[in-house]
């Protein structure tokens, strides 16, 4: 497939080595205003939602490195994401590492006016909380979309109410916000890989109450990846949706560089299968969290999340593609 001449191309690997060049997602351009584009990579380097071990302040620049292994092809569907749609890569969302609250704020004040543009986001944490900020920019630049359904990749609900006597605003408690704040309908929202010891019998009973559809691994196991697919298509429905990846739905054997592994997870070739079942949702936006480089000694956990990008750029562009066939709504 030819992309039209002036849309944004990778760096070709068979022209410069995939090792050489400058470091930016996917080997795109680095554009500093995301007008124009259709999808708009970014970085999130924020963890100060971390409420054990930190580090995902790094993960973008980890996995803008180790994204250069990606070629431009999905190898199954075939997608050609940058003859589908502009992508390119914005940058990083600017942070105050000194203030959590500030953070808040100035992501989903970058991620408002990406939207605005008319760009779709699909960014790369930082830590689960950055989700939220990024939801609520969603719903600033295109109030139409809320409440979005959501697909929710992870080890943790992450729906707690408070940590530390009373702290709300944490990696472990970004989707009860985002469901309080009416950003997220919670009869649409599917969470997959969900297991690990918890603090208290109770937990989890908030999310199921409202709704949220949670499938345990155990429960992954007796689906399978095609029988966990399904199940999330029909709980989201044909409505605008999110897609979240944490990393940590991945067996640390996998992933071991994240802040809360978890033993008993997905492999990466589960994910990969559930997340190509995923063609034909109505998804808008996404994220990929909580790749942790200083806990990633070979560099695999950060290439795990570049390839999940890949995956789940080649879902937006399809998505996005289809939606201008349609002939409106594209920025949705
Ligand atoms: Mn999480
Ligand atoms: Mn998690």
């Known amino acids: 497939m030819e992309p039209l001449a002036d849309w944004p191309q990778p760096l070709d690997g068979t022209v410069t080595p995939r090792f050489a060049g400058p470091v930016t997602f996917m080997r795109l351009p680095l554009v500093a205003d995301a007008a124009g584009l259709d999808i708009a990579l970014l970085g999130i380097p924020f963890d100060g939602g971390t ?4 580090g995902a302040r790094h993960g973008p620049r980890e996995m803008r490195n180790m994204s250069a292994m990606l070629r431009r092809v999905h190898p199954v569907s075939r997608v050609e994401p940058y003859a589908l749609c502009r992508i390119a890569d914005a940058g990083d969302t600017p942070t105050n590492p000194m ?4 953070s808040l704020g100035l992501i989903e004040a970058a991620v408002a006016a990406m939207r605005a543009t ?5 960014a790369a944490g930082g830590d689960h909380l950055v989700s939220l900020p990024i939801l609520r920019g969603i719903a600033k630049a295109s109030p139409a979309l809320a409440p979005l359904g959501m697909v929710h990749f992870d080890a943790h609900s992450d729906t707690n109410d408070t940590y530390f006597g009373g702290s709300r605003y944490t990696h472990g408690t970004p989707f009860r916000r985002a469901i309080e704040e009416g950003l997220l309908d919670p ?11 918890l603090f208290d019998p109770t937990d989890m ?3 199921r109450e409202v709704g949220v559809r949670i499938i345990t691994i155990e429960e992954c196991e007796a689906l399978g990846p095609d029988g966990v697919a399904a199940e999330a298509r029909r709980v989201v429905g044909s409505g605008p949706a999110y897609l979240t990846f944490d990393v940590d739905s991945l067996d640390p054997a996998y992933a071991p560089g994240t802040g809360t592994p978890e033993v008993g997870g997905l492999t990466p070739r589960e994910a990969q299968r559930m997340l190509r ?11 990929v969290v909580e790749v942790s480089p200083p806990f990633d000694a070979s560099g695999g956990t950060a290439l795990i999340g570049a390839t999940m990008m890949f995956e789940i ?9 289809r939606r201008r066939a349609l002939g409106g709504g594209l920025a949705g």
């Open 99 to 102: 203030d959590l609250m500030e």
């Open 313 to 321: 750029l080649c879902l937006l562009a399809e998505n996005r593609a």
């Open 187 to 197: 009869r649409r929202i599917v969470q997959i890989g969900i297991r690990g010891s």
């Open 277 to 287: 079942g995923l063609s034909g949702l109505d998804l808008v936006g996404a994220d």
């Open 118 to 122: 008319g760009a779709w986001t699909l």
């Open 205 to 207: 009973g908030w999310a």
């Open 51 to 54: 409420t054990n071990r930190p």
